[in-house]
């Protein structure tokens, strides 16, 4: 005869559950954090490379400095153009 007790293969609990819903989550953030950090990272590199002299932003922020109201209006246009197109 055995004196051993039968255990039962009962279920995970509630908070057993939520730990490990939590962990996910948790690790899940923390690769779309690491995603979000390589694409600002990488956009920040463009934007730096653009804003050379010579560059397209460079040439935008000097014709904008020099005729701010000039620009505004042309930004306008471009933006009710690009809206009628949707």
Known sequence: MSTDIPRSTSQPGMAE???DAAA???RT???VTGGLHAAVDRLTNAIDEARK???PLATVAAITREA???SLFVAFLFGVAVARRR
Request: aromatic share 0%.
């Open 53 to 55: 002299p010579g560059r």
């Open 29 to 31: 953030i923390g690769e």
């Open 17 to 19: 559950r939520a730990i």
């Open 68 to 70: 701010p109201l000039a």
């Open 24 to 26: 996910d989550v948790s």
